[in-house]
């Protein structure tokens, strides 16, 4: 069994070499090509769909439930405030800097140490190892694409920077196109129903809308609204108002609530563009928490999105890293924070292990 630093060491030139190859959402062949390359180096049987890459510890059993620890490897593009060179991983003040290795190659490549520690031994459980594509974009042929081809899980531990502090629920999005109609008629004279004045209220609800249900870790659900057009020319009533809400949906709602909640209270037509991005959240009782518990790990709400809102089956978000650094210039993980993190998924995946070992006595 490889050892803490070997392991530390090993992901460190993954996370660099990761950073090294360009992996924007749905362009990330080489970056699959890497990690489908070290699987195989390690002599770890590798599946891959699209730039998607997954691999199991030890050979699948039906009879045991199955584990998931799940990171994406794409990354956004760099935005101009960068001062170094996002594609040069450097280290420098016990940091390492470059595109994508604080979101999500230092969590992605910590979860794959921590597989590599529990490959080919007994476990409980089937342990399998997914890196996904198109995370960034919540694109269809990434993690989705592949719950059809993976048996139902017990669990996912999915690979963010959260500080090393457990997500045990996250928000949904749900976009809204809405429609308001109106009747056209010449501006001068008395003519028409001014389709902008009956978004009016619409706009004065959205200001001040209240959800009614409320989530322990996330607080209230959001909506804003966040463009709008009406009219083609300044003599001429119009009789369309369109405008957009953005939604932020707690596990206290489901997509379909949150919208009929909505459409209660506003004139407008509600077309929802997508019902894909679920809110998320792991029972109460469900061992993961109990095993969070007894490790004394700080549990929060996340307000960001994941491939969790894409998984339909429990599952917590864990990672070293921070979320603030995510997207900004010159982003970075400090290379301790690494190591901190493989140390963290072994602890895990051990005491959920032994968790489930003891429940099944």
Not at 2 to 20: G, M, V, Y
Not at 78 to 100: A, M, R, S, V, W
Request: proline share 6%; with cysteine.
């Amino acid at each position: 069994m490889e050892s803490l630093n070997q392991l530390h060491t090993e992901a460190l030139e993954l996370l660099k070499d990761l950073i090294r190859t360009p992996s924007f959402s749905k362009s990330e062949n080489q970056t699959a090509a890497i990690i489908r390359a070290f699987f195989e180096k390690k002599g770890t049987s590798v599946h891959q769909k699209g730039n998607n890459i997954w691999a199991y510890a030890s050979a699948y059993d039906p009879a045991r439930p199955t584990v998931m620890l799940n990171s994406h490897h794409d990354t956004v593009k760099p935005n101009q405030g960068y001062t170094l060179d996002p594609f040069e991983p450097i280290e420098k003040d016990g940091k390492l800097f470059g595109l994508g290795s604080n979101d999500a190659g230092g969590p992605l490549v910590a979860l794959i140490a921590a597989f590599m520690h529990f490959r080919n031994q007994p476990l409980p459980v089937n342990l399998l190892m997914v890196a996904s594509a198109e995370e960034e974009i919540s694109g269809k042929d990434g993690i989705e694409s592949l719950i059809p081809e993976f048996p139902e899980l017990s669990v996912a531990l999915v690979g963010e920077p959260t500080q090393l502090k457990m997500a045990v629920a996250e928000k949904g999005l749900m976009v809204i196109d809405a429609l308001v109609k109106g009747k056209a008629g010449h501006a001068a004279r008395e003519e028409g129903l001014n389709a902008i004045y009956e978004a009016l209220d619409d706009l004065i609800a959205i200001r001040n809308f209240q959800f009614r249900h409320v989530s322990t870790f996330l607080g209230t659900s959001k909506v804003s609204a966040t463009l709008i057009q009406a009219g083609s020319q300044h003599n001429v009533v119009p009789d369309r108002c369109t405008y957009t809400l953005d939604v932020r949906v707690t596990d206290a709602y489901t997509l379909e609530e949150a919208l009929n909640e909505l459409r209660q209270s506003l004139k407008a037509e509600l077309r929802p563009r997508s019902m894909r991005l679920n809110s998320s959240r792991i029972g109460a009782a469900h061992p993961m928490l109990s095993v969070a518990r007894s490790m004394e790990l700080e549990t929060f709400g996340s307000p960001t999105l994941s491939d969790q809102a894409l998984i339909p089956y429990p599952s917590v978000k864990i990672g070293p890293g921070d979320s603030a650094r995510s997207h900004t210039p010159d982003e970075f993980i400090y290379i301790n924070e690494i190591k901190e993190g493989i140390s963290l998924y072994i602890a895990l995946l051990e005491n959920y292990f032994s968790k489930l070992t003891e429940n099944e006595k």
